[in-house]
């Protein structure tokens, strides 16, 4: 796990502002992948496109960030405070976000397939089109959640909150539901193949 100082994550920081300012010509992206952010204080952060693979965010603070199109993918967020964050378009295949605080968060397109998001908050989230393909969302809150056209095949959903929550155009095959609280959901136009009896209760 690579340690970064302060005042290099200032520069690093700085560089990559540097960099999405001039449109790419100067500067240099935020190369942050593996490194050890812990306990940070990163809200109101700039770090679009910025390269977090594999980073240490445990506990972090990245409320109201700008995250769209970074790579964090395999990244630990467990704890992480992402409230209002922007993650749209980011990759997290296979990141850690359990017990995560994403509340009202931006993760439009973003990519969480096979992504640990087990007791994570997400009430109010936007997850339109997000790939939650074989993630495992036991326990989340997903309530009044926009899932419009998501991917959750696969997804683990036993005892989570998906109450109010918009699936139109979801894709839910094989998705697992047992437990799950699904009051006030309109299941008719979401995708997903279920045993018959199953699918008659839901719909």
Partial sequence: MRKISKEELSEILKQHKIWLESDYNLGSRANLSGANLSGANLSYTELSGANLEGANLSEANLSRATLSGANLSEANL??????????????????NLSEANLAYGDLEGANLSEA????????????????VSEANLS???????????????????????????????????EAKLS????????????????????KRKLL
């Fill in 179 to 198: 437990e799950a609280n699904v009051s006030g959901v309109n299941f008719s136009e979401a995708n997903f193949s279920l045993p018959p009896q199953l």
């Fill in 116 to 131: 640990n998001l087990s007791e994570a908050n997400l009430s109010g989230a936007n997850l339109y089109i997000a790939n």
């Fill in 78 to 95: 467990s704890r992480a405070n992402l409230f209002r964050t922007n993650l749209s378009g980011a990759t997290l295949s296979g990141a």
């Fill in 139 to 173: 326990g989340a809150n997903l309530s009044y959640s926009d899932l419009e056209g998501a991917n959750l095949e696969e997804a683990n959903t036993c005892r989570a909150n998906i109450s109010e929550a918009k699936l139109s155009e979801a894709k839910l095959s």
